[in-house]
């Protein structure tokens, strides 16, 4: 329950690297080691070992930026081995492994800088969405090609996800399309203010949401009775929720002060009296330094709001929740916050 971590929470580390905005941060286990990446603006990758709190990794050969890491689940599944993707804008994705201290693989071709990017949950993660130069581009990461692009946003597409699970498509199996992904699709946040859903095996458009007045910074898919709405956050400050189902707005989140950087699903329920019952949590990470929890249900006021200012943390840059191991020998994991900044910090919280 949001009540217990909320009451009880603070922060329990931090990392500090030697730059200033850190834009992306994932986290993985692999053979029973937990770890975070990051991506910053100084050109470099990150790995650090949560467990002693040591950086044990720095991966230098972008020429510009980070805008985003994530950890390759490809690479995991089919070749044990710990890999991070980083986008850059030097219009470039590149793939690290780890262990050896090397780059495996450079994907090159689009026009601009590569923003957001995303692996599919089909195929074991082998495909992966990325955008910035008006468009879409998914890869094959077993072939490194580009397959095709998705086209229609007016302004550089910053933020991408794939749906977790498929639609509803008259019972098909998954294994129907040239990909494996029948049934899923992509959402896109844009400069344009826009958030577009596309097929993701024909490319095809199928919805436009419309209400941002600006930049949207990050698009989610929710999950289990969720999976039919997307969330965002925008540089015009407000967090919304949209029903794929209706292609309508369903809820406006507002209360920050600054630019909304990143939005996540938290797994948390909250008791809610006036709808009579449990609602889902949602968070939000802004520039005004504050990561602020809300009921999907009612946008009246915040749950609970975490002042980063407190911990010497100016701006919110991104939001990971983390299922951290408990010490010894128990297989069980403490529901955690991680969390970067614009000052070169981060931050996990719980």
């Known amino acids: 329950m949001i009540d217990t971590f909320c009451l009880s929470s603070k922060v329990l580390n931090t990392f500090i690297e030697d730059t200033t905005y850190v834009y992306s941060i994932d986290y993985t286990i692999f053979d029973g080691d937990q770890f975070i990446c990051s991506g910053s603006d100084d050109k470099i990758t990150r790995v650090w070992n949560i467990d002693n709190g040591e950086k044990i990794q720095s991966f230098n050969g972008h020429m510009s930026r980070l805008h985003c890491v994530?950890?390759?689940?490809?690479?995991?599944?089919?070749?044990?081995?710990?890999?991070?993707?980083?986008?850059?804008?030097?219009?470039?994705?590149?793939?690290?492994?780890?262990?050896?201290?090397?780059?495996?693989?450079?994907?090159?071709?689009?026009?601009?800088?590569?923003?957001?990017?995303?692996?599919?949950?089909?195929?074991?993660?082998?495909?992966?969405c990325s955008g910035y130069d008006n468009t879409i581009r998914l890869w094959d990461v077993e072939t490194s090609?580009?397959?095709?692009?998705?086209?229609?946003?007016?302004?550089?597409?910053?933020?991408?996800?794939?749906?977790?699970?498929?639609?509803?498509?008259?019972?098909?199996?998954?294994?129907?399309?040239?990909?494996?992904?029948?049934?899923?699709?992509?959402?896109?946040?844009?400069?344009d203010n826009t958030i577009c859903v596309w097929d993701i095996e024909t490319a095809k458009k199928l919805i436009l949401f419309q209400g941002h007045t600006d930049y949207v910074m990050s698009v989610k898919y929710g999950s289990n009775?969720?999976?039919?709405?997307?969330?965002?956050?925008?540089?015009?400050?407000?967090?919304?929720?949209?029903?794929?189902?209706?292609?309508?707005?369903?809820?406006?989140?507002?209360?920050?002060?600054?630019?909304?950087?990143?939005?996540?699903?938290?797994?948390?329920?909250?008791?809610?009296?006036?709808?009579?019952?449990y609602s889902n949590v949602i968070c939000s990470g802004s520039w005004d330094s504050t990561i602020r929890f809300w009921d999907v249900r009612s946008s009246k006021k915040e749950l609970y709001i975490i002042n980063g200012k407190n911990d010497n943390c100016l701006?919110?840059?991104c939001l990971k929740f983390i299922g951290l191991k408990k010490k010894g020998k128990s297989n069980q994991s403490d529901l955690k916050l991680c969390y970067g900044s614009r000052n070169g910090r981060i931050f996990i919280w719980g």
């Open 70 to 128: 994530k950890f390759s689940q490809y690479h995991y599944h089919y070749h044990h081995r710990n890999v991070i993707c980083s986008s850059s804008y030097d219009k470039t994705i590149r793939f690290w492994d780890i262990k050896d201290n090397q780059q495996l693989q450079v994907f090159t071709g689009q026009n601009d800088s590569v923003s957001g990017i995303a692996f599919s949950p089909f195929s074991s993660g082998r495909y992966l």
């Open 145 to 191: 090609k580009s397959l095709y692009s998705f086209d229609g946003h007016t302004n550089g597409v910053r933020c991408v996800d794939i749906s977790p699970l498929q639609s509803n498509n008259n019972n098909k199996s998954n294994d129907i399309g040239a990909i494996g992904g029948n049934g899923y699709t992509i959402c896109s946040g844009s400069n």
């Open 225 to 277: 009775k969720l999976v039919n709405i997307i969330l965002s956050g925008s540089c015009d400050q407000s967090v919304r929720l949209w029903d794929i189902r209706s292609g309508q707005q369903v809820q406006v989140f507002n209360g920050h002060t600054s630019e909304v950087w990143d939005v996540e699903y938290s797994p948390f329920a909250v008791n809610n009296n006036e709808f009579g019952g």
């Open 315 to 317: 701006g919110i840059t």
